[in-house]
């Protein structure tokens, strides 16, 4: 079964959860009237995680794009679009 929304499975994801609970980066609540629906929440570990990845990815990008000229720099919105883009990427097949 995929989850809705995404090409993920059910099992990938809640597997995703455990681990990120697991490590410290996410509380998940059970909701009483239902247990197959969870409330997920970062904690102060998780966004201090996440500030750390994405000084990362900028730090990454403004690297590769160092030495192209003026002209081919691409758009200012381009570091977050890269940034989603990695993070999906981060989310879809887990983080190490």
């Not at 909701?31 to 904690?43: G, H, S």
């Not at 102060?44 to 720099?73: F, K, V, Y």
């Not at 993070?87 to 983080?95: A, E, S």
Request: proline share 2%; with cysteine; charged share 30%.
């Amino acid at each position: 079964m995929k989850t809705e929304g995404t090409e993920t499975s059910t099992a990938a994801v809640t597997q995703l959860l455990k681990g990120l609970v697991g490590a410290g980066y996410v509380d998940k609540q059970e909701e009483t009237d239902d247990r197959r629906k969870v409330r997920v929440k970062l904690t102060a570990a998780g966004r201090a995680r996440h500030r750390q990845r994405e000084a990362n990815i900028q730090q990454w990008m403004q690297q590769a794009l160092a030495h192209s000229t003026t002209r081919c720099r691409p758009p200012r919105g381009l570091y977050t679009i890269a940034s989603i883009f990695i993070i999906d990427r981060m989310v879809k097949y887990g983080t190490r």
